[in-house]
T-cell receptor
Framework: GEQVEQRPPHLSVREGDSAFITCTYT??????FFWYKQEPGASLQLLMK?????EINEGQGFTVLLNKKDKRLSLNLTAAHPGDSAAYFC????????????FGTGTSLLVDP | ETAVFQTPNYHVTQVGNEVSFNCKQT?????MYWYKQDSKKLLKIMFS???????VNETVPRRFSPQSSDKAHLNLRIKSVEPEDSAVYLC????????????FGPGTRLLVL
């Protein structure tokens, strides 16, 4: 089945710096990709949903890159601020296993003011 | 705005007791899920229901059983809890399967003494 590895598990950056998180997945049939943010004590909020056809996806204050050849999904938070401190999870859904979402292991991001 | 509701928020119980968690979604979605998030924040799917039918049943101990009365409700019962059941249980829903975004509830934190 699908395996999703997420790195790094912990990340600490200064306010204004970039924060880069990467997930690698194994199933070449993976079709839909998601990034979720989980603030302390809260539930998961969707940051972005990405389709396999789009390699560069711009959000508000972040960019999601999809490299299908390397089976890699990345989240780049540009100019991080303390409000970005949270856990971030990638999730991958394979087109032929449409009912199952496999989550990465999570990255705990701390942005120092 | 919360559209996936979970009760209780927090539950403390002793080994061997039975517990039941409730989840309701007001999004009109067809699919609902239960995830377990452990102390390391690892997220693993336990069950998924689509139109009241069980479609995903991961390898979980038999003491866990989902219960769905209609599309908007998916409860989770744990018969005879064990210490390793201490975790946050997250309920989610999506319109359909696979490519559809999953929306998460606030979670139920279970502590087994």
């Amino acid at each position: 089945g699908e395996q999703v590895e997420q790195r790094p598990p912990h990340l600490s950056v200064r306010e204004g710096d970039s924060a880069f998180i990467t997930c690698t997945y194994t199933d070449p049939n993976s079709y839909y990709f998601f990034w979720y943010k989980q603030e302390p004590g809260a539930s998961l909020q969707l940051l972005m949903k990405v389709f396999s056809s789009t390699e560069i996806n711009e959000g508000q204050g972040f960019t999601v890159l999809l490299n299908k050849k390397d089976k890699r999904l990345s989240l780049n938070l540009t100019a991080a601020h303390p409000g970005d401190s949270a856990a971030y999870f990638c999730a991958v859904s394979a087109g032929d296993m449409g009912y199952k979402l496999t989550f990465g292991t999570g990255t705990s991001l701390l942005v120092d003011p | 705005e919360t559209a996936v509701f979970q009760t209780p928020n927090y539950h403390v119980t002793q080994v061997g007791n039975e517990v039941s968690f409730n989840c309701k979604q007001t999004l009109g979605h067809d699919t609902m899920y239960w995830y377990k998030q452990d102390s390391k924040k690892l997220l693993k799917i336990m069950f998924s229901y689509n139109n009241k039918q069980l479609i995903v049943n991961e390898t979980v101990p038999r003491r866990f059983s989902p219960q769905s009365s209609d599309k908007a409700h998916l409860n989770l019962r744990i018969k005879s809890v064990e210490p390793e059941d201490s975790a946050v249980y997250l309920c989610a829903s999506s319109l359909g399967l696979g490519q559809d975004t999953q929306y998460f509830g606030p979670g139920t934190r279970l502590l087994v003494l």
